[in-house]
């Protein structure tokens, strides 16, 4: 499969997370999120968030733990909005289905550069198939 010409990233979120994201001026990691009680509803599975956050380290930033990334997606739909769509899932406390879930997209190369530009780290994991910002 040919690599697009223009690759897009993807975020999914809460609608009542934006007035945050506003207000930050950006979206921020879930170790933020919590640092800062920012609120707002929480639409991950509560055990992967926790080893995102205390387990899960990057491989090119070993002093990172994931859960200090803000994680984008290649695909648009991603596993994630698809368990919430099923609502069946035992460790998926979310389950007001999609309606109030924004999907944020971005153009990679832009994404990318501006990072660049602003010395921001970054990182492509195969963790759950996603890329971050740092």
């Not at 999914?12 to 920012?38: F, K, M, T």
């Not at 698809?82 to 879930?101: A, H, M, T, V, W």
Request: glycine letters at 6%; one cysteine or more; a positive charge.
């Amino acid at each position: 499969m040919p690599v697009p010409a223009n690759p897009k990233i993807y975020h999914i979120v809460h609608l009542d997370r934006l007035p945050s994201i506003v207000s930050e001026g950006a979206l921020v990691c879930d170790a933020e999120v919590i640092r800062r009680s920012l609120g707002g509803t929480i639409i991950g599975m509560n055990s992967i968030k926790t080893r995102r956050l205390k387990e899960l380290c990057l491989t090119s930033h070993p002093d990172l733990l994931v859960g200090g990334c803000v994680p984008f997606y290649f695909c648009p739909r991603s596993v994630m909005l698809y368990k919430i769509f099923c609502g069946n899932d035992p460790e998926l406390s979310y389950r007001r289905g999609q309606q109030p879930i924004l999907h944020l997209e971005a153009d990679l190369r832009q994404t990318v550069a501006w990072a660049n530009q602003q010395r921001v780290r970054w990182a492509f994991t195969h963790f759950e198939c996603r890329g971050s910002i740092l």
